[in-house]
């Protein structure tokens, strides 16, 4: 496995309370090579947490998270990350966002640049470098995001709800050059998501999870024999979308 995360409970402090906050309860999950693998969850079952165990951002409470047989003890290079929010920086142009990076690895300036170009071609932004992040709409500025966490060239792509805040057709463009990117790319991508036919879409497999304290309830894997045409059509699509959604409806139902 790619990652692995091997009884992971996350627990937090709370304020005038002797007992912590359990976030995430023994997460058990592995994650293949060049996968890409959705969650989905209800709102507050820690999905966002377990990302940020992944970046090293935070340790778990107890179990431990490895990445090629090595356990996660911080941030690295290895792992690109997009957010909901685009994070640019105002100051720098498209193509000044995506060399952060790879200012980090001390690539040199010349390689630097044309690796950016390269990379904001990659997602359709070829001729945009010059722009500045308010010169450009939400979908590009989420483009020019996954650009610079590709740009350095991560083995790991964490993303954590990062169409959430665009329209619909803005979202489903994206969700069709994110694939063809993994599929040009081969990275191993853990997706996040509150959308379950965002989830069917993308992912070759669905890790549901419970309502909280989070665990892993089901995997399901998603396969399909063709991507040609309107996959949301097929038929199959349909049963992983309603085997999603009564998994859901019972984790929402036991809390309420």
């Known amino acids: ?17 002797d007992r912590p906050f359990r976030a995430l309860d023994g997460i058990d999950l592995g994650v293949r090579e060049g996968e890409f693998l959705t969650l989905v969850g209800p709102s507050g079952c820690g999905k966002s947490t377990l990302l940020d165990l992944l970046t090293g951002l935070t340790a778990p409470t107890s179990g431990e998270i490895r990445i090629d047989g090595v356990p996660v003890e911080g941030p690295g290079l290895d792992r690109g990350i997009v957010f909901q929010q685009y994070a640019l920086f105002p100051w720098r142009t498209a193509l000044g ?22 990379h904001l071609d990659l997602v359709g932004l070829g001729g945009f470098g010059d722009r500045y992040p308010h010169e450009l709409s939400g979908g590009m500025r989420q483009r020019v995001a996954i650009a610079r966490s590709l740009a350095f060239d991560p083995d790991v792509l964490l993303m954590d709800e990062p169409f959430a805040a665009l329209d619909a057709q ?87």
């Open 1 to 17: 496995m790619k990652i692995e995360f091997r009884q992971v409970t996350k627990e937090f402090a709370v304020r005038d309370s």
């Open 97 to 118: 966002n995506v060399e952060f990076g790879l200012e980090a690895k001390a690539v040199p300036r010349k390689e630097r640049s044309a690796l950016a170009r390269r």
């Open 170 to 256: 803005t979202r489903e463009s994206l969700q069709e050059e994110l694939l063809r990117i993994w599929e040009k790319t081969g990275k191993t991508i853990v997706f996040i998501t509150h959308g379950i036919d965002e989830a069917v879409y993308l992912g070759q497999r669905v890790a549901v999870m419970s309502s909280r304290p989070g665990r892993v309830r089901q995997v399901i894997d998603v396969s399909f024999d063709s991507r040609e045409g309107d996959l949301r059509a097929d038929p199959r699509f349909g049963e992983y979308r309603h085997a999603i959604w009564t998994l859901l409806r019972e984790e929402v139902a036991s809390v309420a």
